[in-house]
C-alpha cells in the first residue's frame, strides 16, 4: 500500500512538472524557430525576444516554488506603499484581462497606508492571486480589489466573479500539491501562505461554486507603528 501511494504521489508530480514546464518550453522553442526565419524586421525580432525572456522567467519562478518548498522563507523588508504596490502589479494584467473580457476594478482610499515586507514576494503573492483569479474567468467577469484600514493592520481583498473553488478543495486549498486546475503541481497558494504568514499576517479565502472567490490578506501596517 505505501509503495502504491508513493507511486501514485510521484506520478502525480511528474505529471505537473510535465504541466507546468511543457508550455513555456513550446513557446521558447517556436519563438526561437521564428526569430531565426523573421530576423530581418526589428519588431519581429522584439516580439520574439519577450515571449522568450516572459517564459523563460516562468520556468524560473516555477524552479523557485519547487526549491521554496524546502527552504525557510527569507525576507528582505522595505516600507512600501502596499495600495500603490498592488495597484501597479494589477495594471501588468490589464490587458491580458481586457482581452478575455475581464474588468479589473481597483477600490482604494487616498490614505496611504505603509507596510514593511519584501517587495518581491508580495508581488509573487499577489501575481500568483490574480493569475488565478484571471484561470478562473474564461467567460469574462470582473476582478476587483479593495482595501479594509484597520488600527493594526490593513486588508486587501481580491474578489473574482469566477468559477468558484468545490468545498472538498477548499478545505485544503493551501497545502502543498492541491490544485483545482486539473494540472499542475498547485503551489502557488501553498507558498503564498507561508510569505504572508511570514510578514506576521495572514491569508484567507471564501469561495462558492458558480459565483467567485474572494481571497483576503491581512498585513500590520505601520500608521500606528512608525519607523524609528
Known amino acids: 500500500i505505501r509503495r502504491n501511494e508513493r507511486i501514485a504521489f510521484m506520478n502525480k508530480i511528474a505529471a505537473g512538472l510535465v504541466h ?11 519563438g526561437s524557430r521564428l526569430i531565426m526565419k523573421m530576423h530581418d524586421r526589428e519588431e519581429d525580432r522584439q516580439a520574439f525576444n519577450n515571449i522568450i525572456t516572459r517564459e523563460l522567467g516562468n520556468i524560473s519562478r516555477f524552479l523557485d ?3 521554496n518548498l524546502s527552504r525557510p522563507v527569507k525576507l528582505t523588508p522595505v516600507t ?5 504596490e498592488i495597484s501597479s ?7 491580458e484581462a481586457a482581452d478575455k473580457g475581464i474588468i479589473i476594478n481597483k477600490c482604494f482610499t487616498d490614505e496611504s497606508v505603509k507596510v514593511k515586507v519584501d517587495k518581491f514576494s508580495i508581488e509573487r503573492v499577489i501575481k500568483n492571486i490574480i493569475r488565478n483569479a484571471i484561470e478562473a474567468m474564461a467567460d469574462g467577469g470582473s476582478l476587483t480589489i479593495s482595501e479594509g484600514l484597520y488600527p493594526d493592520y490593513v486588508n486587501i481583498e481580491l474578489r473574482d466573479t469566477g468559477s468558484g473553488i468545490p468545498p472538498d478543495k477548499l478545505e485544503n486549498i493551501f497545502t ?13 497558494l501553498a507558498i503564498a501562505n507561508r510569505i504572508i504568514a511570514a510578514h506576521n499576517g495572514t491569508l484567507a479565502i471564501e469561495s462558492e461554486v458558480g459565483k467567485g472567490t474572494a481571497i483576503t490578506i491581512k498585513l500590520p501596517h505601520l500608521l500606528m507603528h512608525p519607523l524609528p
Request: with cysteine.
Open 65 to 67: 516554488d519547487l526549491l
Open 89 to 95: 502589479i494589477a495594471d501588468m494584467f490589464r490587458e
Open 176 to 188: 502543498e500539491f492541491t490544485t483545482t486546475k486539473g494540472s499542475g503541481l498547485g503551489l502557488g
Open 20 to 30: 507546468d514546464l511543457r508550455h513555456p518550453v513550446k513557446n521558447i522553442e517556436n
Open 80 to 84: 512600501l506603499d502596499i495600495c500603490n
